[in-house]
Nanobody
Framework: QVQLVESGGGLVQAGGSLRLSCAAS????????MGWFRQAPGKEREFVAT????????YYADSVKGRFTISRDNAKKTVYLQMNSLRPEDTAVYYC??????????????????WGQGTQVTVSS
């Protein structure tokens, strides 16, 4: 069983920044593919960013490219999402997901095995 706990969400003005964290349990975190997704009210969960087990492969949704940065610290079993230049359309509940083997993960939510409870990000205009 893997538990994921997100933190760092909140209310911020447009143009501001937030840093989300996702702390994971599990003995083999360094093997996990990790990703961030978000879900706005009335919309489906959408891909934001993903990072491979080693950090060597990183992908972003076009909507966040150049503004968001995903990173991980395997010693701390934590993945981060630095969000800069936030826009009102970034408002959503942000979820981190874990794919339990290096070949899981990616841009599809179905390729993640565990999810956190989510953290709310609200960007005011």
């Amino acid at each position: 069983q893997v538990q994921l706990v997100e933190s760092g969400g909140g209310l911020v003005q447009a143009g501001g920044s937030l840093r989300l964290s996702c702390a994971a349990s599990g003995r083999t975190f360094s093997n996990y593919a990790m990703g961030w997704f978000r879900q706005a009210p009335g919309k489906e969960r959408e891909f934001v960013a993903t990072i491979s087990w080693s950090g060597g492969n990183i992908y972003y949704a076009d909507s966040v490219k150049g503004r968001f940065t995903i990173s991980r610290d395997n010693a701390k079993k934590t993945v981060y999402l630095q969000m800069n230049s936030l826009r009102p359309e970034d408002t959503a509940v942000y979820y981190c997901g874990a794919g339990l083997t290096p070949w899981r993960g990616g841009t599809a939510a179905s390729r993640y095995d565990y999810w956190g409870q989510g953290t709310q990000v609200t960007v005011s205009s």
